[in-house]
Nanobody, 123 residues
Framework: QLQLVESGGGLVQPGGSLRLSCAASGFTLDYYAIGWFRQAPGKEREGVSCVSRSGRSTNYADSVKGRFAISRDNAKNTVYLQMNSLKPEDTAVYYC????????????????WGQGTQVTVSS
């Protein structure tokens, strides 16, 4: 079965850090650009970050620039999202997705989506 599985979410205090993982099973991640998205209750889904197939190119939403870092380990078939200096407004369900294309404006043409992991930033 082809799937993406996110992990690493949880409850963290403002200013804290979390590292999310996106692991693939049934297919090889290094054929795809990978994007992270989030959706808060009552809000539209927002693109957070995208990484190219090689990992050499990345982009970020303005709201997370300087605080989040995306990376990938193709040998482990896993992509990561390191989230630092977390704010209450970062609270959302975070999803990863495998895309056919990386662009400077984000990933495009998505093939697979994960089920999401909850991130809650609260004191």
């Amino acid at each position: 079965q082809l799937q993406l599985v996110e992990s690493g979410g949880g409850l963290v205090q403002p200013g804290g850090s979390l590292r999310l993982s996106c692991a693939a099973s049934g297919f090889t991640l290094d054929y795809y650009a990978i994007g992270w998205f989030r959706q808060a209750p009552g809000k539209e889904r927002e693109g957070v970050s995208c990484v190219s197939r090689s990992g050499r190119s990345t982009n970020y939403a303005d709201s997370v620039k300087g605080r989040f870092a995306i990376s990938r380990d193709n040998a482990k078939n896993t992509v990561y999202l390191q989230m630092n200096s977390l704010k209450p407004e970062d609270t959302a369900v975070y999803y990863c997705a495998a895309a056919s294309y990386y662009t400077d404006y984000g990933c495009r043409a998505f093939n697979y989506w994960g089920q999401g992991t909850q991130v809650t930033v609260s004191s």
